[in-house]
């Protein structure tokens, strides 16, 4: 890449999208390390798929990246100490879902002691690549928490030829990514090439959007220096309309290709990674070093001073608003994620995941509470990136008419909530197109 | 301390848009045209402003209150009711026929069929056409601006006496609110601007008369300016309600309303056209809306680029 070489504009631009207010507040402030000398309660189902299975019992020592859950069949990933300290014993506990999960309970030594185990992996094959992942317990830290090795295997059918590296960082409020992006551009733009090299990739391409020149400016200025023969690696500028990260928005974006119902990015032959699980990556084959700590953007409304914080995976949330010096009775909802596709966070057992990346300490707002009648405007089916009408799916819901669901097409719905962001009504049309992919799932079994 | 915190579905934050802030904007649209009927033809047409406004809030508000429903005053759509239905009428119409219209739009267009975002016609016209055919001779009387003069003759009946500036700027006789095509038009374009209404529908509509009328050999800019075709279009026709939220249904309606105003002037023995060709689409609108238009993202078969 020239240093005078400008990023790509995306190949298409998908239907809709929503012009979100960014409140990206944590933007330029380094990310600081939460000091930890507590108890992280670490669970074995981080991932989507099995739980893990735990190698640890009560009283055992364990170190930073020490093994404490081996991965349970092929959809599931591996589980490492976050501290160093004493195993305490497994218990239940409540997490984001209120659902309760069995949790590692560590006691923190406070010194951080790494594993002298830990030894930089060796990458020779590209089947080395999903090894590395699996062996990190790496899973998609953007959100969906899916174990990357699965995704990263080469198998024979899939004829992948783009990797999509996603730093969109879309939803309002969170800077982690972009942080990762200006704190380790380097390890990003290594790993970026070491993934071409041997998955065999004809081309990669970096989404960013456009609110982020900084980021843009730094990842093409190291590109250009490690800038290869073929010259594959490109950089692409996202219009900043939500939700440019979803997965099937940015290969639309990235590639033209529009991913089909049902089926996954390897179908339209693409991987989409995660940035910072990019950069973690990495950094396992470099150090060794699994994924034990999270960078969160801390902020909300009821935020003074938001922050990113570097964190030991399990860190109870507790503890952060208690480091942040937030109120806790000033406060009406904490939010894991963001503010659009993120979850409420029943209590405050919850703990910080492997896919956490953000928390969001939220006021009340009156705004989400008093509704009118829809008045048709449209605008949820302009806004709409599926290309669906949310608000005719109420109705059919308000109407019991489970057949209208299938016949609105309400499967596409990626659940980004653009349509009950942009009601003027304030009707909770996310949440109804929810529930109406699920009746329909109950009804098909 | 309680560990527990408030649930709810994302998303988490909302845009600031509200449902009474479209409404406040659509009269804030209106009101220069609205102010303006009122200089031209004073005080009267004030009263009866007033009365269309007040009574449209106070059905709505006594309504609610008689049934037991949720007050729904607060979502402004009674005062858009209230205004629109007095812009539409006459100045020399008499209080307690406004408060008749009024009454009828709240509550047997509106409220009867479940209220707001269930009517299936725009609730104001629908009052006017009430109107119109329970008291003809009364809501045909109009009167000359700023003289008290009553003439039953709208620029309508005689196109060839007024000039365009004058049907532009609103100095001749006709409904309160619909003469000046002016205020009209800045009205309008505020709300394009705010992105409250699209301006497929009045562009289309407009745009269809112009070249009927055109065609016809009559002057297509008298013919739009008079009457009450600006304050249809951009206005009445808008209505989220009843038009269609596609922008191709919209193009249809559009064009629809164009041709109906045109046959009916042209060909019909009433005198105004625009209240029934926005009517009829309005109940043409569920079935522009069934058209199928839309397909998901990603519904043809993955190709690749």
Redesign the interface.
């Known amino acids: 890449m020239d240093k005078k070489e400008k990023a790509l504009s995306p190949?298409r631009r998908?239907?809709g999208g929503?012009h979100?207010?960014h409140f990206k507040n944590t933007a330029e402030i380094e990310t600081e390390i939460m000091p930890v000398n507590k108890t992280v309660y670490i669970p074995l189902s981080q991932h989507i798929g099995a739980p893990a299975s735990p190698v640890v019992k009560k009283g055992d020592e364990v170190f930073v990246g020490t093994l404490i859950a081996e991965e349970n069949g092929f959809i599931s990933a591996p589980v490492h100490s976050s501290v160093s300290g004493t195993v305490k014993g497994i218990v239940d506990r409540a997490l984001t879902s209120?659902a309760t999960v069995k949790c590692i309970e560590i006691e923190s030594d406070g010194k951080m002691t790494p594993d002298p185990e830990l030894k930089p992996f060796k990458i020779e094959t590209a089947k080395d690549i999903s090894d590395a992942a699996k062996a990190c317990g790496l899973v998609g830290l953007g959100g969906a928490g899916f174990p990357a090795h699965v995704k990263l295997l080469p198998s024979k059918n899939a004829n992948i030829d783009t990797l999509i590296i996603n730093a969109a960082e879309c939803e309002?409020y969170i800077t982690s990514d972009y942080r990762e992006c200006i704190e380790n551009v380097d390890g990003i733009i290594a790993a970026t090439f070491l993934l071409k090299e041997k998955l065999q990739l004809e081309k990669v391409v970096i989404c960013v959007e456009n609110n982020k020149p900084k980021a843009i400016k730094k990842l093409m200025e190291v590109a250009a220096n490690s800038r290869d023969a073929d010259d594959t690696v490109k950089l692409m500028k996202l219009p900043s309309t939500y939700p440019q990260g979803a997965e099937?928005v940015i290969i639309?974006s990235a590639?033209?290709?529009?991913?089909?119902?049902g089926?996954l990015p390897s179908?339209?032959?693409c991987i989409v990674m995660n940035v910072t699980s990019l950069a973690k990556l990495y950094d396992f084959i470099t150090t060794g070093m699994p994924l034990t700590s999270k960078r969160i953007t801390v902020d909300g409304t009821a935020v003074a001073e938001p922050k990113n914080l570097l964190v030991p995976i399990g860190t109870p949330i507790?503890d952060i608003l208690d480091y942040m010096n937030i109120d806790?009775?000033s406060?009406?909802?904490?939010?894991m994620g963001g503010?659009?596709?993120?979850?409420?966070?029943?209590?405050?057992?919850a703990v910080v995941e492997k896919r956490t990346n953000a928390l969001?300490v939220?006021k009340s707002?009156e705004?989400?509470r008093s509704t009118?009648?829809?008045?048709?405007?449209?605008r949820c089916?302009r806004t709409c990136?599926?290309?669906?009408?949310p608000?005719r799916v109420e109705t059919a819901y308000k109407n019991g008419n489970i057949q209208a669901y299938e016949n609105l097409?309400v499967n596409?719905c990626i659940?980004c909530?653009?349509c009950?962001?942009?009601?003027?009504?304030?009707r909770?049309l996310?949440?109804v197109m929810?529930i109406a992919k699920a009746t329909l799932r109950r009804q098909k079994k | 301390?309680s560990?527990?915190?408030?649930?709810?579905?994302?998303?988490?934050?909302?845009?600031?848009?509200?449902?009474?802030?479209?409404m406040f904007d659509v009269v804030l649209a209106l009101a220069p045209a609205a102010v303006y009927g009122c200089v031209i033809f004073g005080l009267k047409a004030l009263f009866v402003l007033i009365a269309t406004i007040v009574s449209a809030v106070l059905a709505e508000y006594l309504w609610n209150l008689i049934l037991k429903k949720p007050q729904?005053i607060g979502?402004m759509?009674a005062l858009v009711t209230g205004v629109l239905l007095g812009m539409n009428l006459s100045p020399e119409t008499p209080i307690w026929i406004a408060i008749i219209g009024s009454i009828a739009a709240i509550i047997v267009v509106k409220q009867m069929f479940g209220?707001?975002?269930?009517n299936f016609v725009n609730p104001a016209l629908a009052a006017r056409i009430i109107l119109l055919v329970s008291f003809p001779s009364f809501m045909t009387k109009f009167s000359e601006p700023i003289s008290d003069v009553v003439s039953s003759a709208t620029p309508l009946a005689d196109l060839k006496a007024t000039s365009i500036k004058t049907l532009f700027f609103g100095m001749h006789s006709g409904c309160i609110g619909e003469t000046s095509a002016f205020l009209l038009i800045i009205g309008g374009l505020y709300l394009i601007v705010r992105r409250v209404i699209n301006p497929i529908i009045p562009i289309s509509f407009i745009g269809t008369v112009a070249l009927l009328a055109a065609v016809s050999g009559e002057n297509p800019l008298k013919y739009i300016l008079s009457g009450g075709i600006m304050l249809g279009a951009i206005f009445m026709a808008t209505d989220?309600?009843t038009s269609p939220?596609?922008n191709i249904g919209k193009l249809i309606f559009g064009i629809g309303c164009g041709l109906i105003t045109f046959v009916i002037r042209r060909f019909g023995s009433l005198p105004e056209g625009v209240s029934y060709s926005i009517l009829i689409m309005n109940i043409i609108t569920p079935l522009i809306n069934r058209i199928p238009l839309?397909?998901?993202?990603?519904?043809?078969?993955?190709?690749?680029?």
Do not use: W
């Not at chain 1, 009118?372 to 449209?378: L, M, P, Y």
């Not at chain 1, 009950?420 to 304030?426: D, E, H, R, T």
């Open positions: 190949v998908i239907h929503a979100l207010p209120a309002p099937k639309y590639t033209g290709r529009k991913v089909p119902l089926k179908d339209v032959g507790n806790i009775d406060v009406d909802r904490v939010i503010p659009m596709m993120g979850q409420p966070v029943a209590s405050l057992d969001l939220m707002d705004r989400t009118t009648a829809c008045i048709r405007c449209g089916q990136p599926m290309n669906l009408t608000a097409n596409y659940e909530g653009s009950s962001y942009i009601c003027p009504a304030k909770p996310t949440e929810r | 301390m560990n527990l915190l408030k649930g709810s579905s994302s998303p988490h934050i909302r845009h600031e848009d509200t449902t009474a802030g479209i729904t979502d759509s209220g707001l975002g269930y989220y309600v939220t596609e839309r397909h998901p993202f990603g519904f043809k078969e993955g190709k690749k680029v």
